[in-house]
């Protein structure tokens, strides 16, 4: 347990955060109590109201930070199209896949808890933020393509994303090998690369 000092050094905000994220990671987005995040965090079940409102707010918080480093990382990742936007884009997928597996509250917390992204500014805007560097490396992907031929690069993100998420679901939970004999980074590269080839967006 987090020592109670955690508090009177005035991080409990984020040590209820970390807290949740955890728990969220052992139990399920859905199980984890206010009461059980503050007894983790080392403090009274009275504790975290003095910074969220409840439950819902303080698992919001969790996916907006979620957000935050996952766009980070899909940003380092595609490190403007360097050296090749197909390149990079292929990084993309595997960033995505290393968050899901290193940081599986936050994620859970983001794509599985049901929060309510559009009635928080601030998840919606980090949540925006993560879409709009998939849409921009969609973009770049569609350079090569006379205009008139682009698919739209919302849609191709949203696909790509749907993929990746997908993979993690399907593949990518216990044991590796215990759904598919295929790894997970191998599964969504050859799927990415079938859909931009379908799309025109690569050739053979």
Avoid: C
């Amino acid at each position: 347990m987090p020592d109670r000092r955690t508090y009177h050094h005035g991080n409990l905000r984020q040590a209820l955060v970390d807290a949740t994220a955890t728990l969220i990671q052992e139990t399920g987005p859905l199980a984890f109590t206010l009461t059980e995040a503050a007894r983790r965090a080392g403090v009274s079940p009275a504790a975290p109201y003095r910074h969220f409102k409840g439950r819902d707010d303080l698992l919001e918080e969790v996916a907006r930070q979620g957000f935050v480093d996952f766009t980070d990382r899909l940003e380092q990742a595609f490190d403007n199209g360097s050296p090749r936007p197909l390149t990079a884009f292929m990084r993309m997928g595997q960033a995505y896949l290393d968050f899901a597996a290193e940081r599986p509250g936050h994620y859970m917390a983001m794509f599985e808890s049901g929060v309510s992204i559009a009635s928080n500014a601030d998840l919606a805007a980090a949540s925006d933020r993560a879409q709009h560097v998939l849409i921009d490396a969609a973009e770049r992907l569609a350079e090569r393509l006379p205009s008139d031929r682009r698919p739209p690069a919302r849609m191709v993100a949203n696909h790509v994303w749907a993929m990746s998420h997908g993979v993690v679901e399907l593949f990518s939970r216990g044991k590796p090998g215990s759904r598919s004999p295929v790894e997970p980074t191998e599964m969504l590269e050859s799927a990415v690369i079938i859909y931009l080839r379908g799309l025109g967006l690569i050739g053979e």
